[in-house]
């Protein structure tokens, strides 16, 4: 016989880690869309001043370029660690349901889940990394005569 408490609280700690990697996801996604809109921005910038080339705004366009595609690889990552998550619920609740041990697969699921939650922090580190470089950009911009 099933018992839906112990089920629920085999699957608690991959259900937690939905929701902690949601939270990592809306951060990463408001960061993505700021970074997308700025590239924007400087490119129209940049047509205002065509035929001028400005290497302070140039650089500006390529490190916020590169600061959306750490948080693109960032994203993706953190995303498969939510599916990976997810997986990991169906495979508790299928272990249950047929009183089959998938502690081997569970455990392997759950590593494979972190794994790609420091993968995307990694990626999420080199990317305010970068945002520091684009502020002093910035900063070096507003100093220019």
């Known amino acids: 016989m099933i018992s839906y408490a112990v089920t629920l609280s085999d699957a608690l700690t991959p259900i937690t880690l939905i929701?902690?990697?949601g939270l990592l996801l809306l951060a990463m996604t408001a960061r993505y869309n700021y970074t997308t809109d700025r590239v924007r921005a400087l490119l129209k910038e940049?047509?205002?001043l065509a035929p001028?080339?400005?290497p302070i705004l140039e650089q500006?366009?390529?490190?916020?370029?590169e600061r959306s595609h750490l948080l693109k690889n960032a994203i993706l990552?953190?995303?498969?660690?939510?599916?990976?998550?997810?997986i990991l619920v169906l495979v508790t609740i299928l272990?249950?349901?047929?009183n089959l041990n998938f502690e081997v697969w569970k455990s392997t699921i759950l590593l494979t889940a972190v794994v790609f939650i420091v993968v995307s922090t990694v990626f999420f580190v080199l990317e305010v990394q970068i945002s520091l470089r684009?502020?002093?950009?910035?900063?070096d911009q507003?100093?220019?005569p």
């Open 95 to 98: 272990e249950h349901l047929w």
């Open 77 to 86: 990552a953190v995303t498969t660690s939510a599916a990976f998550a997810g």
């Open 46 to 48: 940049r047509r205002k």
């Open 60 to 65: 500006a366009i390529r490190l916020t370029y």
């Open 52 to 54: 001028k080339t400005d």
């Open 142 to 144: 507003i100093r220019r």
């Open 19 to 21: 929701s902690g990697v």
């Open 134 to 139: 684009t502020l002093k950009t910035s900063i």
